[in-house]
């Protein structure tokens, strides 16, 4: 179980910053989306979380602890991104049992653990199959069972659907969704699609250029929005 804290981040690239002091509070088991168009800042913020970028200032506070020196390893943190990224010449078992293995887990711990996760994406009759004999859809499941199988205190999504059709999207929304309810996890969901965030997030993050604009419950958005940019994000269709 996690919280996340985030104190006035700022993020620079060279010279130019491109988050502007965001600030962002993660209750424990929330589900929060953060939107806002293509360039905005999300994956920046979503990579600090995780530790693969450098906050240049500001703090990231996980579970009480200040963690912006804390290697990613260290954060028990499991990140799903858009492409999958998914060991081309490992089966699918190997896939998901790899991070466990790599740190000496016992290899029945492994086992269960693989078994579980598999279930629970429905991927059990799939385990001695490679990543190209998989539908789009079954990757992207084997890639959240990859990261359910280390039972992480905090997921982080960057766009896992946006490879996918429409309705198989659509589907994955659901399940993600069924995941959250079954885990109880705490997810940070990075999406430029508002519908997505409206079905599925208990709190939605709007940025823009690098500052959030609001941070509320959906319904709230929906009905309180804060400035017509968030009005304009919210109400537009997908
Ligand atoms: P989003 O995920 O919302 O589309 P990003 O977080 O990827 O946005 O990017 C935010 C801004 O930071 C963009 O202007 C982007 O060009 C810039 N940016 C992201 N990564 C780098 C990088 N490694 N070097 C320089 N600029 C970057
Ligand atoms: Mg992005």
Redesign the pocket.
């Known amino acids: 179980m996690a919280t996340v804290e985030i104190r006035n981040v700022h ?1 620079s ?2 010279a ?1 910053e ?2 502007h002091g965001v600030s962002i509070d993660i209750a424990d088991g929330e589900f929060v989306a953060l939107v ?12 600090m979380i995780a530790g693969l ?1 450098e906050i240049t200032d500001g703090e990231v506070i996980i579970d009480g602890t200040v963690v912006n020196e804390l290697h990613p390893k260290d954060r028990d943190i499991a990140m799903v991104f858009q492409n999958y990224a998914l060991y081309p010449h490992m089966t699918v078992y190997d896939n998901m049992s790899f991070s466990l293995k790599l740190k000496g887990t016992p290899r029945d711990v492994v086992k269960g653990q693989v078994q579980r996760g598999s279930e629970i994406l429905s991927v059990q009759q799939l385990l001695d199959r490679y990543p190209k004999q998989l539908s789009g859809g079954q990757r992207q499941r084997v890639a959240m069972g990859r990261a359910i199988v280390r039972d992480p205190k905090l997921f982080l999504f ?2 896992p659907l946006s490879n996918l059709d429409a309705k198989l999207r659509v589907q994955m929304r659901a399940e993600i969704k069924t995941l959250h309810q079954r885990l109880g996890t705490t997810i940070v969901y ?1 999406t ?1 699609d508002q519908i997505e965030a409206m079905t599925m997030a208990d709190k939605i993050v709007v ?1 823009q250029n ?1 500052v959030v604009e609001q941070a509320g419950p959906p319904l709230e958005l929906y009905d309180q929005p804060a400035n017509l940019f968030v009005a304009a994000f919210i109400g537009s269709p997908a």
């Open positions: 993020k690239f060279g130019v491109v988050i806002g168009p293509s360039g905005c800042g999300k994956s920046t913020l979503l990579r970028e960057d766009e990075v430029h940025m690098g």
